[in-house]
């Protein structure tokens, strides 16, 4: 059964390299006892960490926590918080909320597309941004919403949202040219 | 902490609040979050200190209030002058006229029927205490039904009190919450859990973030409650790794609640133990479903098993198990300080209490209330919500999220409570409640849902699977004005069979919005069938071409 587990520690293996965000995840593991049942807490550290799943990552989570890396991958894939692919330097999260939806969401996802070549889920070839969807927010009151880099934008309408990203992705290309 | 201590804490706390001349209570939840409460809080804070009058004018940061499309919002207590749209540069102003008249041109009417028509009992600390401060929910009261219940209840007498509230699971199927809690009760184990579930995965829907960011000491002392009734000493709260805000306030409410005793070994000086973690969810609507959500407790996917047996009876790690949703479990608290007559009182014949909604979509009041059970969905639209902007009609709303049904202009008498609105091919469900108006087409909204619940499907089993798919496709056809005949016979066929084949919820409901739809707007659906398109579409682009 899983709650018995191993004995805090004897699970405890060599981080893949000396990163110090790694440490973050030990801790998360050992707090758990490194028992199998700490699976999606360590992924939820390991994406915070490193921004994403990557498959050293997966590999040093199964092997801490005696889980196959065929059930760790089973569940990485299936929810839909975790990514397995890094995201942009700058990320749009639109919602697709019912309330949202109903006050014309779809058409902020059809001007990314059109100004930027990206759908949901995808990220430009320079790697500046990255387009997601959420379900609901929980600013329905400001409905349509987004989220841009953290931060979250209500009432939007495509063209006031292509000038945020733009202002975005183009501070973070002069600060690279700099 | 004895309740001795308790209560002395809470007077005190109460007497230090009452000496102030103003308490400056500014929202600092989501949505006004967004749109720039933080900078008016860090601005009057820093005006108070200036003016030297931090002793008389406190300024706090509160939950939501419920109007957030006006936000952000400031109350000034206990003057009980509102401010909406209030921006950083209003706040010189407004803390001029705390000697004279309220700033006109950002005054909010507190009469209007948003406010007065409303019944808050889950939501009566919501914008008016700090939720990072647990003193300020002791000074309201809080805690004391835990200490009442420790002291003076049995664990039996706590489960009887249950029942005579009438209080029925607000997370959408409305099992009665007293029959739970006595299930798990009478359950042998010598270990058990309490789960909170906190996953609220519908897609229009932000109550229990509210109730989690606004008033989490609620939620704690309501789970503590029902661990001592049903015997369990350990609890987990699932929260959806989306809400940060409510994750952060929660952890802090239970470093607090440790920190005073209220929370871990010998909760207020007796034997009663219970110690509460935090699970994060990580995006799978199907986890809301309570043998799922153990699942994913258990680290593994969050698929759904069958039931019988009930988590009640074997649940998280194979142990009896208690899952209540976050709004079930903040009614507990002021139903064991004010008896369940009391909540008993409130409310329909077999519907209790009252219900939170967030109102949304085309109406002019957006936001979070809380309404006595068996107000009609009329009042709530046109009076509460202020009816649909200028220049539009209203058309449906649609309650219940991907599980429920749309209600048409006809059936707006009815009564919100469990029976009415699953008779008329909705349902309850957590709360989420959308106005859709004449430009909304029902056929897409049914589309809209159906893509949900095809995304959202686990795959275990395969009516849902590929049930879900299949009625997407052919209510895409429909959208595209190309479906047949034989379209509309086979998505009648796949709503039984999905509903009735299905394991778990979601797929049993997945149909309902196609059902609803094809109930009162059929005539849209008729409509869109290839038949009855107009010819000449064919017959212009032949013109075109040649
Ligand atoms: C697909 C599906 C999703 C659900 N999502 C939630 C949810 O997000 N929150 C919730 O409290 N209950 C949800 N439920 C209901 C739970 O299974 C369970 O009935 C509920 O948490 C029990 O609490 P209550 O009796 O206090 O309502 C869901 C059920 C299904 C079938
Ligand atoms: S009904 Fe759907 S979500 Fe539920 S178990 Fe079956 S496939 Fe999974
Ligand atoms: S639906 Fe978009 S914020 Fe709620
Ligand atoms: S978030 Fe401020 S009123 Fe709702």
Redesign the pocket.
């Known amino acids: 059964m899983p709650s018995v587990g191993t004995k805090a520690g004897t699970n405890a293996i060599a981080a893949p390299t000396d990163d110090k965000r790694w440490r973050v995840v030990d801790a998360t593991m050992r707090r758990h006892g490194y028992r199998p049942a700490a699976l999606i807490e360590a992924l939820h550290s390991v994406q915070e960490s490193f921004g994403c799943l990557d498959e050293p990552g997966l590999q040093y989570v199964a092997a801490s926590l005696g889980v196959p890396l065929s059930r760790v991958f089973g569940v990485a894939t299936f929810y839909h918080y975790f990514s397995l692919k890094p995201q942009g330097d700058h990320t749009c999260v639109v919602c697709t909320g019912t309330a949202c939806y109903i006050k014309e969401s779809p058409a902020l996802l059809r001007a990314i597309e059109a100004e930027f070549g990206i759908a949901n889920g995808e990220t430009t070839p320079d790697g500046s941004l990255s387009l997601l969807t959420a379900r609901c927010l929980g600013t329905c009151g400001l409905a349509p919403a987004a989220v841009l880099d953290g931060d979250v934008a209500g009432r939007l309408q495509p063209a006031e949202l292509l000038e945020r990203l733009h202002q975005l992705v183009g501070a973070a290309k002069e600060v690279a040219a700099r | 902490m004895t309740p001795e201590e308790l209560s002395e804490l809470a007077v005190a706390e109460r007497q230090r609040l009452d000496r102030l001349a103003h308490q400056i209570n500014v929202c600092t939840a989501t949505a006004c979050h967004a749109s720039g409460s933080e900078a008016i809080k860090t601005r009057l804070t820093a005006e108070v200190r200036e003016r030297g009058i931090s002793g008389q004018c406190l300024i706090r940061g509160v939950g939501c209030r419920g109007l957030c499309t006006n936000g952000p919002m400031v109350s000034v207590e206990p003057q009980g002058v509102l401010y909406q749209h209030v921006t950083a540069d209003d706040a010189p102003a407004l803390l001029d006229s705390l000697a004279s008249e309220p700033v006109s041109h950002i005054q909010a009417p507190t009469d209007d029927p948003f406010y007065t028509r409303q019944h808050r009992i889950v939501l009566e600390h919501a914008g008016e205490i700090d939720p990072e401060q647990i003193t300020e929910y002791i000074a309201v009261g809080g805690y004391q039904a835990l200490a009442k219940a420790l002291y003076e209840m049995s664990p039996a007498d706590v489960v009887d009190e249950l029942t005579t509230s009438g209080l029925?699971?607000?997370?959408?199927?409305?099992?009665p919450?007293g029959l739970?809690w006595r299930t798990v009760a009478k359950a042998l184990s010598d270990r058990k859990f309490v789960?909170c579930?906190?996953?609220?995965?519908?897609p229009g829907a932000f109550m229990?973030r509210s109730v989690l960011e606004s008033d989490p000491h609620r939620v704690l002392e309501g789970m503590a409650i029902a661990a001592y009734a049903v015997g369990a000493h350990e609890g987990f709260l699932y929260v959806?790794a989306e809400y940060p805000l409510a994750i952060k306030r929660l952890t802090t409410a239970i470093r607090q609640a440790r920190q005073r005793n209220l929370l871990g070994d010998a909760i207020l000086g007796t034997p009663f133990t219970f110690h509460v973690e935090i699970r994060l969810g990580a995006g799978a609507?199907?986890?809301?479903?309570?043998?799922?959500?153990i699942a994913s407790i258990e680290g593994e996917r969050g698929s759904?098993r069958p039931r019988p047996p009930y988590p009640a009876e074997v649940g998280l790690w194979g142990r009896p198990t208690l899952?209540?949703?976050?709004?079930?479990?903040a009614n507990i608290a002021p139903i064991i300080k004010n008896g369940g007559a009391w909540f008993a009182g409130i409310g329909t014949e077999k519907s209790k209490g009252t219900k939170v909604f967030a109102l949304t979509g085309q109406v002019k009041n957006t936001g979070l209330i809380e309404v006595p059970m068996g107000i009609s969905l009329r009042e709530i639209v046109f009076d509460i919500g202020g009816g649909v902007p200028e220049g539009r009609s209203f058309k449906a709303v649609q309650t219940g999220g991907?599980?429920g049904g749309c209600i048409p202009d006809e059936l707006l008498d009815s009564s919100v409570d469990y029976e009415s609105l699953t008779r008329l091919g909705s349902i309850m469900g957590?709360g989420g409640m959308i106005v859709m108006d004449n430009t909304s087409s029902m056929v897409e909204v049914a589309r809209y849902f159906m893509e949900f619940s095809m995304t959202?499907s686990c795959g275990k089993c395969i009516p849902c699977r590929v049930g879900t798919a299949e009625m997407h496709g052919i209510l895409t056809r429909f959208c595209e004005k190309r479906a047949t005949e034989r379209d509309l016979a086979l998505l009648e066929q796949l709503c039984d069979l999905t509903r009735h084949a299905s394991l778990?919820?979601?797929g049993?409901?997945a149909p309902n919005p196609i059902l609803s739809t094809l109930r009162y707007f059929k005539q849209e659906y008729l409509a869109a069938l290839e038949s009855n398109q107009p010819e000449e579409v064919g017959a212009a682009a032949e013109e075109g071409r040649s």
């Open positions: 029925r699971g607000r997370g959408g199927a409305g099992f919450t739970k789960i579930n906190g996953d609220e995965g519908d229990d959806r609507f199907v986890c809301g479903e309570e043998t799922a959500l759904p899952i209540n949703n976050v709004e079930t479990l991907p599980s957590s959202e778990c919820g979601l049993q409901s």
